[in-house]
């Protein structure tokens, strides 16, 4: 369709024959489909036991019965119901009756894609609470591909030189290593890096963030946490503009100092949390010497563990893992005009220059042949325990003749309640024009429990126009 302009500035639209062929090939979606039973009623966690969490004087596991914790004790009351400083992190998730617990024993390897029973596809979040071994090159592809597609990841440090096993790596190293050193993203992939520190002791504060699922959670309100011998992670937003400190070391704050942080990375979701102490709940096998951090007055760790296990799980807010399948965005079409949604003076717009696909409003960005940015957004909740999908029709049509240089975009982004881009889901151009509207879908599942906004950007260069028109949005949860 050729486009004529809703102001005097706005060119004659042409080459999209060239062009369109190109559109296949250039449009970046990041569309991945997150686990299936993440939606089910029981959410499913494994525990990490078989990179030396118990060596020493650690006590990593949740129960001494594995994989199943329910071989101790079925029906688990306290924390002492079953064995290990991990115990009443599992008893608590097992008593809601919506977690299916289990722990990948000693010897094991991380799996992703076989047949087994303790593979990470059957799970939908996978803790590795203070590992003392390096995880092999098989082991970090299988966690990378678990969390990229969907799962959850929660790792666990402590301060560097807690080498418990003496074989000369400690749980900083390790999670650096896994991060910088695998096959499927070694460019920063959460955001974040683990810091070289031995921090003695404080009460990292949470930060004021009323809408945040991990510390506004079914489990409680989060106030502090406790650092007891532990280190911190610097925060790399340029990396990935999703990562977020949730609680800073006294006197810290913005991208260092962070003692427990949470990102996303494509599907997934990962939290991280700077000491091993604040799970500990002081009971464990004879021998191992504790400290009762689950259950220090000065601190709210246990509503911070059990709440990020919820939102890796998917379940922020509630834990059912129930939905009420509805349409989120307002005025969906614009057939109401601005209604609901903010964006730059005639950008929702009825004019016949650039059709509808649906109705007679759609929302037009760019088109102008000089330097302009147009911008279009709306905020809506993601309920917890939902999958969503985000979908609009787009049509693009440009006077540029290039085949190669990508003058005039459209960028397709999350944000948060601050303003900060939580991921770009796709970037179109000049060189994906085509004639008539094409579908675009993405995966917002892993946002759910959130208020977020769904923002257009349209930037054009400063000679040809390319007009970028969008309709029929929707916002599906289910």
Partial sequence: MLG?????????????????????????????????????????????????????????????????????NSSPTSETSWTGALSSWGVALQRTGNYSLKTLPSGSSITYGTTGATDLMNFDTFVLPEPNVLLTAAEKTAVMNFVKNGGGLFLISDHTGADR???????????????????????????????????????????????DAVLHGSFGTVTKSLIASGTTA???????????GLLYRTGYSGNTGAFFATSTFRSGRVAFWGDSSPIDDGTGQSGNTLYDGWNDSGATNAALALNATEWLSGSSGG?????????????????????????????????????????????????YGSATTDTLSQSVTIPSGCAATLSFYLHIDTA??????????????????????LGTLATYSNLNAAGGYTLRSFDLSSYAGQTVTIKFTGVEGSRLQTSFVIDDTALNAS
């Fill in 4 to 72: 004529f302009g809703k102001s005097p500035c706005r060119r004659l639209v042409s080459g999209m024959a060239v062009l369109g062929a190109l559109a296949a090939s250039t449009a970046v979606q990041a569309v991945h489909a997150a686990p299936s039973a993440t939606a089910a009623t029981t959410h499913r966690v494994l525990f990490d036991n078989a990179h030396a969490e118990t060596a020493g004087n650690a006590d990593w596991i949740i129960s001494t019965s594995q994989p199943d914790p329910l071989g101790q």
């Fill in 165 to 211: 096993n003496s074989d000369g790596e400690d749980a900083v190293e390790i999670i650096n290593d896994l991060m910088t050193n695998n096959s499927v993203d070694s460019a920063d992939p959460f955001g974040f890096s683990v810091d070289s520190l031995s921090i003695g002791s404080d009460y990292p504060a949470a930060i004021a963030d009323g809408t």
């Fill in 400 to 421: 540029e003749t290039t085949t190669s240089t990508a003058y005039d975009t459209l960028k397709a982004q999350v944000l948060n309640s601050s303003g900060t881009v």
């Fill in 319 to 367: 834990g059912t893992g129930t939905c009420t399948a509805a349409q989120l965005l307002a005025n969906p079409g614009f057939e109401s005009g601005n209604t609901s949604w903010t964006a730059s003076s005639g950008v929702i717009t009825t004019s016949s220059s650039e059709a509808a696909r649906t109705g007679s409003y759609k929302a037009w960005l760019g088109g």
């Fill in 234 to 244: 610097t925060l790399k937003p340029a990396d990935n503009s999703s990562v977020k």
